[in-house]
């Protein structure tokens, strides 16, 4: 894979964007763009701190060396971010067409609400297939922190009201803290909700 420069993950970042505001991507290709996009700047990170060593070794400082990885990684965790939130918002966006959809017999009285125009939410998607055992309570509890990470985020400036139990790497929820990670926490904690929804996936 070719490095991915600065100024292309700016415009990978805005390409997001878009297709994200005119409804263009499902959450498994938003999320393959973002593991380009991961993997490219690892390798430029990589190439950087090898140059900052040679640097260094060369010049005896590291007051230089240190704004481009300090750049780099903000970017980087900042496309992470967006990536997790967006990915969730697919998600529910899809999962909603997918309910218009099924035939299972658990999902009619949302379906019905649905076709009453009445608000629905993925979460009652997700609740409705624990009651019908088609989803596992560890994989609700999943669904249930990853939702409320998404929805502090966005509504809360990450504060959480509650403790979550519940931890994916080393994203840990705890009441009146704010959700701090590093990039692989948003990393992981967007993969998982992508390996749930291709299980959603086989019930609908």
Same mark, same amino acid.
């Given at each position: 894979?070719?490095?991915?420069?600065?100024?292309?993950?700016?415009?990978?970042?805005?390409?997001?964007?878009?297709?994200?505001?005119?409804?263009?991507?499902?959450?498994?290709?938003?999320?393959?763009?973002?593991?380009?996009?991961?993997?490219?700047?690892?390798?430029?990170?990589?190439?950087?701190?090898?140059?900052?060593?040679?640097?260094?070794?060369?010049?005896?400082?590291?007051?230089?060396?240190?704004?481009?990885?300090?750049?780099?990684?903000?970017?980087?965790?900042?496309?992470?971010?967006?990536?997790?939130?967006?990915? $969730? *918002?697919?998600?529910? !966006?899809?999962?909603?067409?997918?309910?218009? +959809?099924? @035939?299972?017999?658990?999902?009619? #009285?949302?379906?019905?609400?649905?076709?009453?125009?009445?608000?629905?939410?993925?979460?009652?998607?997700?609740?409705?297939?624990?009651?019908?055992?088609?989803?596992?309570?560890?994989?609700?509890?999943?669904?249930?922190?990853?939702?409320?990470?998404?929805?502090?985020?966005?509504?809360?400036?990450? $504060? *959480?009201?509650?403790? !979550?139990?519940?931890?994916?790497?080393?994203? +840990?929820? @705890?009441?009146?803290?704010?959700? #701090?990670?590093?990039?692989?926490?948003?990393?992981?904690?967007?993969?998982?909700?992508?390996?749930?929804?291709?299980?959603?996936?086989?019930?609908?």
């Amino acid at each position: 894979m070719p490095i991915i420069t600065v100024p292309e993950i700016a415009k990978t970042y805005h390409d997001l964007n878009d297709r994200l505001q005119k409804n263009e991507l499902g959450p498994e290709e938003l999320f393959a763009k973002i593991q380009h996009v991961v993997l490219g700047i690892s390798r430029m990170l990589n190439l950087i701190n090898l140059g900052h060593r040679v640097s260094t070794s060369a010049s005896n400082t590291t007051e230089n060396a240190q704004e481009p990885d300090k750049l780099t990684m903000d970017i980087m965790l900042r496309v992470m971010r967006m990536g997790f939130i967006e990915t $969730i *918002s697919r998600i529910e !966006f899809y999962s909603k067409k997918r309910l218009k +959809e099924s @035939k299972q017999s658990f999902f009619k #009285e949302l379906q019905k609400k649905q076709n009453q125009g009445k608000r629905i939410y993925f979460s009652n998607i997700i609740e409705d297939a624990v009651d019908a055992d088609k989803i596992s309570k560890e994989d609700k509890n999943f669904w249930d922190y990853i939702l409320h990470i998404r929805n502090c985020l966005v509504h809360n400036g990450g $504060i *959480s009201d509650k403790d !979550f139990e519940t931890r994916i790497g080393e994203l +840990e929820v @705890k009441k009146d803290k704010k959700i #701090e990670g590093v990039i692989m926490d948003f990393y992981r904690v967007t993969e998982k909700p992508i390996e749930l929804y291709s299980q959603l996936l086989k019930i609908f």
